[in-house]
């Protein structure tokens, strides 16, 4: 058996590939299949001629998502170059598809997304899904090759990173209380102390009511620790992963970016180091483009796609106002009212994708901001363990697996980035 991806080595060599048919044509003594086998898609083309009997009426019994096997003979396009297929010599079908409910019409999303686990063999959703799939290789690649430690980090956790009123809460066993990790940074800062660098990848959930395009219930983060690392080094570390990511994207998914019509000429532009701002900056920026944003405000969505339409790079914003950032942030020593942590947000308007900040290391300092927040003392006790025994300056941030493939992709809506989304009004199929 070989695959379509590889057919470019394999002209006029006969091969055997097993897939779906997504589409079928016929016209008189030829029908044109229209294949993929998961690795690429190509045409095979059954003359009526070349073929026995019985290919020739499998070949005409196939239905739009048979599956079927085909051998043939690899052949360059005539017409297009770079596209290969195949010239059928035996087909046969593995099972005959009933009418596919998704049409070469116009579909509302609503539909699709009922529709998810069939959508899925759409090639533009083939191509989002391997797109991500590129991203999350390239992050453990260059992880393992800067000495991070891939540690994985409770799912269940009594306690939050930020408090509790955006999870999801659960009975642990009818006595107590948990819940569905939203990250799992104060995991990972435990075994930073053991490791150096630490890094975690998974699932993570948010209960928040909010039916943005940037938002999922259930999502996927990279959470990655580091000691004897400050904010500068954190932006640094940052920022060399994502120009990583990019050119290996860039590099192994062209297919997939021609299939998605994705501009490449944005991501083409990215360099290194990526700009840098404050806090106080970004909010003069916004105002003087019309955001009524005040100084002691977060950035919003719409603060987000506005600053980031005026580079061609990514944007770090750093130094945001204590009040509005977490109470594990480090206060910076120049102005005690703001703390060192960045957000990273992505060009052409794609807004955050990254965030991170030094931790607070010393245990008076934490203990104080724990107080500050209301957060229950006694379920941070471990985690102010980490103060009292060999603490040292280190710094973490996370990034978003899903808003980073909608901006590469260059496709609209975070939804379409994970195979079956959960959203605040969605939880099947």
Same mark, same amino acid.
């Given at each position: 058996?070989?695959?379509?991806?590889?057919?470019?080595?394999?002209?006029?060599?006969?091969?055997?590939?097993?897939?779906?048919?997504?589409?079928?044509? =016929?016209?008189? =003594?030829?029908? #044109?299949?229209?294949?993929?086998?998961?690795? @690429?898609?190509?045409?095979?083309?059954?003359?009526?001629?070349?073929?026995?009997?019985?290919?020739?009426?499998?070949?005409?019994?196939? &239905?739009?998502?048979?599956?079927?096997?085909?051998? @043939?003979?690899?052949?360059?396009?005539?017409?297009?170059?770079?596209?290969?297929?195949?010239?059928?010599?035996?087909?046969?079908?593995?099972?005959?598809?009933?009418?596919?409910?998704?049409?070469?019409?116009?579909?509302?999303?609503?539909?699709?997304?009922?529709?998810?686990?069939?959508?899925?063999?759409?090639?533009?959703?083939?191509?989002?899904?391997?797109?991500?799939?590129e991203i999350i290789y390239a992050t453990y690649d260059w992880m393992r090759d800067h000495g991070?430690?891939?540690?994985? +980090?409770?799912?269940? +956790?009594?306690?939050?990173?930020?408090?509790? /009123?955006?999870? #999801?809460?659960?009975?642990? #066993?009818?006595?107590?209380?948990?819940?569905?990790?939203?990250?799992?940074?104060?995991?990972?800062?435990?075994?930073?102390?053991?490791?150096?660098?630490?890094?975690?990848?998974?699932?993570?959930?948010?209960?928040?009511?909010?039916? &943005?395009?940037?938002?999922? /219930?259930?999502?996927?983060?990279?959470?990655?620790?580091?000691?004897?690392?400050?904010?500068?080094?954190?932006?640094?570390?940052?920022?060399?992963?994502?120009?990583?990511?990019?050119?290996?994207?860039?590099?192994?998914?062209?297919?997939?970016?021609?299939?998605?019509?994705? =501009?490449?000429?944005?991501?083409?532009?990215?360099?290194?180091?990526?700009?840098?701002?404050?806090?106080?900056?970004?909010?003069? /920026?916004?105002?003087?483009?019309?955001?009524?944003?005040?100084?002691?405000?977060?950035?919003?969505?719409?603060?987000?796609?506005?600053?980031?339409?005026?580079?061609?790079?990514?944007?770090?914003?750093?130094?945001?106002?204590?009040?509005?950032?977490?109470?594990?942030?480090?206060?910076?020593?120049?102005?005690?009212?703001?703390?060192?942590?960045?957000?990273?947000?992505?060009?052409?308007?794609?807004?955050?994708?990254?965030?991170?900040?030094?931790?607070?290391?010393?245990?008076?300092?934490?203990?104080?901001?724990?107080?500050?927040?209301?957060?229950?003392?006694?379920? #941070?006790?471990?985690?102010?363990?980490?103060?009292?025994?060999?603490?040292?300056?280190? =710094?973490?941030?996370?990034?978003?697996?899903?808003?980073?493939?909608?901006?590469?992709? @260059?496709?609209?809506?975070?939804?379409? &980035?994970?195979?079956?989304?959960?959203?605040?009004?969605?939880?099947?199929?």
């Amino acid at each position: 058996m070989s695959f379509i991806k590889d057919f470019p080595s394999l002209i006029d060599q006969s091969v055997t590939i097993k897939g779906w048919a997504y589409n079928v044509r =016929s016209s008189g =003594s030829l029908v #044109f299949l229209q294949m993929r086998d998961g690795s @690429g898609f190509t045409q095979a083309v059954v003359s009526k001629q070349r073929v026995d009997e019985a290919s020739w009426q499998a070949a005409m019994a196939l &239905t739009i998502e048979s599956s079927c096997i085909v051998t @043939g003979v690899v052949q360059a396009h005539p017409k297009q170059a770079g596209v290969y297929e195949l010239q059928a010599d035996q087909v046969e079908a593995v099972q005959i598809a009933a009418e596919y409910p998704i049409g070469k019409k116009e579909h509302g999303p609503d539909f699709l997304l009922d529709q998810r686990h069939l959508w899925l063999r759409v090639p533009t959703q083939w191509a989002i899904q391997r797109v991500r799939n590129e991203i999350i290789y390239a992050t453990y690649d260059w992880m393992r090759d800067h000495g991070f430690v891939k540690i994985d +980090t409770p799912i269940l +956790t009594p306690n939050a990173c930020e408090g509790t /009123t955006e999870l #999801f809460e659960i009975d642990y #066993f009818g006595d107590r209380k948990a819940y569905l990790a939203q990250s799992g940074q104060l995991y990972l800062e435990a075994a930073i102390r053991s490791f150096g660098r630490c890094f975690d990848f998974g699932p993570v959930f948010r209960a928040e009511k909010s039916k &943005t395009r940037r938002h999922l /219930t259930e999502f996927w983060m990279m959470d990655a620790e580091a000691a004897f690392v400050d904010h500068q080094g954190n932006m640094e570390i940052q920022e060399r992963l994502i120009m990583f990511i990019v050119e290996r994207v860039l590099k192994n998914c062209q297919p997939e970016l021609v299939i998605l019509e994705r =501009s490449q000429e944005p991501l083409k532009k990215i360099k290194l180091p990526f700009v840098r701002m404050t806090h106080a900056d970004a909010v003069k /920026t916004l105002r003087e483009l019309g955001s009524d944003i005040k100084p002691g405000d977060d950035l919003g969505a719409d603060d987000e796609t506005l600053l980031t339409k005026q580079y061609d790079q990514p944007i770090f914003v750093e130094k945001y106002p204590a009040a509005v950032k977490a109470f594990y942030m480090k206060r910076s020593p120049e102005d005690p009212e703001r703390v060192l942590c960045s957000d990273l947000l992505a060009p052409e308007g794609y807004g955050e994708i990254s965030g991170g900040s030094q931790r607070e290391d010393d245990y008076d300092r934490l203990l104080a901001r724990i107080r500050e927040h209301h957060l229950p003392e006694q379920a #941070f006790q471990w985690y102010l363990d980490l103060r009292r025994y060999g603490s040292v300056p280190s =710094s973490g941030f996370g990034y978003g697996l899903e808003r980073i493939t909608t901006w590469i992709c @260059g496709i609209h809506h975070v939804r379409e &980035t994970i195979p079956f989304p959960r959203l605040m009004n969605r939880l099947e199929p």
